[in-house]
């Protein structure tokens, strides 16, 4: 549940970062003020909130060559920041199985989102999960 927390932690500072340009550290400071958070799950969620930053365009990228006839910036805010979230865990965290961060994802649509919402983010994920399997040698 601690690991929940902190995606959730790090969804609400990158969905204020794309709405209204927040400093990543101001917001989520601003966040541990008013919610205290273990030291373990603080630094995995500012890893994924750096994360996602730092690889923004590619996140986007990846996000946007699955989704049929919308835009990433025609998306929901909510839907687009909880799978910027979970497609950096997908495409760039070495110690995660994929699932568990498209579990985690639906999970934080189903508070956040809107009645789509999980199935939405449930089949962009699923495909970057599955073309990040492919691309994986086999021993």
């Given at each position: ?12 500072v990158?969905f ?16 541990l ?51 910027r ?26 508070k ?12 962009i ?6 073309e ?8």
């Amino acid at each position: 549940m601690s690991r929940r927390k902190a995606r959730e932690y790090a969804f609400k500072v990158i969905f204020q970062v794309d709405q209204v340009s927040a400093s990543p550290r101001t917001a989520f400071d601003y966040l541990l003020q008013e919610n205290h958070l273990e030291d373990k799950s603080c630094s995995f969620a500012w890893e994924l909130i750096q994360g996602c930053i730092k690889n923004l365009p590619e996140i986007d990228s990846k996000i946007a060559s699955y989704s049929r006839d919308w835009t990433v910036a025609r998306m929901s805010s909510v839907d687009r920041n909880i799978m910027r979230i979970a497609a950096y865990e997908i495409l760039y965290a070495d110690n995660l199985q994929p699932v568990i961060a498209i579990n985690e994802a639906i999970e934080i649509s189903k508070k956040y989102g809107d009645e789509n919402s999980a199935s939405f983010i449930n089949a962009i994920l699923d495909r970057i999960r599955k073309e990040k399997k492919e691309s994986i040698p086999q021993e």
